[in-house]
């Protein structure tokens, strides 16, 4: 198996994903918006800004419920797809174009990044994005993010629970998707992935490919945030409920603006 190093993520890479994403990620992420939106009640916060919004999945679900919140990603496939979106669905959201660790918005309640967006980063890289993301907050503003939790991947044989074999049809055309993934004792995750896609009676397609992302424990995330202006506020599974540093595959981290 060919060992894979982990750099920051380019805008390109999200390229090829950007028409199939929904597909298979937005019937899963429910939960995850639901998770979010509970949090950002519970701490009234009314402006959010979307960092690595993708197609939208967390920015329509908020707009819906009333959130005023603008939407960023560096990728501008992703972007088109959003905008398509929110032109179907007459929503009046603002998107742009952005690194999630230069971009400047403004100031808003709240900041986001989720699902496993930070991983993309290298942990400098993610050190940077959070002293930007602190520019983007109001006085007590939250960040909330979540990432695959690397004490519950590296106990026993956890990592094989991360393996996919997604089916689904859009229009006249059938994907499937296998992935299956590794760790090492640096906490980079690596994700090989085997894509099949046939359009109506046309010949099936077959593409390969593998990604990187960066996982942390708690431990390290509270260090890596305090250091960059932030006071922990607490931490939950993707699910809402209590973390479990050994049971929960992901942690969602809720911090405030020192």
């Given at each position: 198996?060919?060992?894979?190093?982990?750099?920051?993520?380019?805008?390109s890479?999200?390229?090829?994903?950007?028409?199939?994403y929904?597909?298979?990620?937005?019937?899963?992420s429910?939960?995850?918006?639901?998770?979010?939106?509970?949090?950002?009640?519970?701490?009234?916060?009314?402006?959010?800004?979307?960092l690595?919004?993708?197609t939208?999945?967390?920015?329509?679900?908020?707009?819906?419920?009333?959130?005023?919140?603008?939407?960023?990603?560096?990728?501008?496939?992703?972007l088109?797809?959003?905008?398509?979106?929110?032109?179907?669905e007459?929503?009046d959201?603002?998107?742009?174009?952005?690194?999630?660790?230069?971009?400047?918005?403004?100031?808003?309640?709240?900041?986001?990044?989720i699902?496993?967006a930070?991983?993309?980063?290298?942990?400098?890289?993610?050190?940077?994005?959070m002293?930007?993301?602190?520019?983007n907050?109001?006085?007590?503003?939250?960040?909330?993010?979540?990432?695959f939790?690397?004490?519950?991947?590296m106990?026993d044989?956890?990592?094989?629970?991360?393996?996919i074999?997604?089916?689904?049809?859009?229009?006249?055309?059938?994907?499937?998707?296998i992935?299956?993934?590794?760790?090492?004792?640096d906490?980079?995750?690596a994700?090989?992935?085997?894509?099949?896609?046939?359009?109506?009676?046309?010949?099936q397609?077959?593409?390969?490919?593998a990604?990187?992302?960066?996982?942390?424990?708690?431990?390290?995330l509270?260090?890596m945030l305090h250091?960059?202006?932030?006071?922990?506020?607490?931490?939950c599974?993707?699910d809402?409920?209590k973390?479990?540093?050994?049971?929960?595959?992901?942690?969602?981290?809720?911090?405030?603006?020192?």
């Open positions: 198996m060919t060992l894979l190093s982990h750099a920051s993520a380019k805008a890479h999200y390229d090829y994903g950007a028409e199939k929904d597909a298979f990620n937005e019937k899963n429910k939960q995850t918006n639901q998770t979010i939106e509970n949090i950002l009640k519970k701490y009234k916060v009314k402006t959010v800004l979307d690595t919004c993708g939208g999945s967390q920015v329509f679900w908020l707009a819906k419920r009333k959130y005023d919140v603008t939407g960023s990603d560096i990728n501008a496939n992703m088109k797809v959003a905008k398509s979106k929110a032109r179907a007459k929503l959201v603002k998107f742009l174009e952005g690194d999630m660790r230069t971009i400047q918005v403004g100031k808003f309640d709240a900041a986001i990044t699902f496993n930070v991983g993309h980063l290298t942990k400098l890289d993610f050190e940077m994005a002293r930007n993301i602190h520019n907050l109001n006085e007590d503003g939250l960040y909330i993010f979540d990432i939790n690397l004490s519950y991947l106990k044989n956890n990592i094989t629970k991360l393996t074999d997604w089916q689904t049809v859009t229009g006249d055309a059938k994907i499937r998707t992935q299956y993934s590794t760790i090492d004792n906490g980079i995750l994700s090989h992935t085997t894509s099949y896609s046939q359009k109506g009676a046309s010949l397609k077959k593409a390969m490919g990604q990187t992302l960066q996982t942390y424990s708690t431990k390290q509270k260090e250091r960059n202006g932030f006071k922990v506020l607490g931490q599974g993707i809402g409920l973390f479990s540093e050994s049971k929960s595959e992901r942690i969602v981290m809720i911090a405030k603006k020192r």
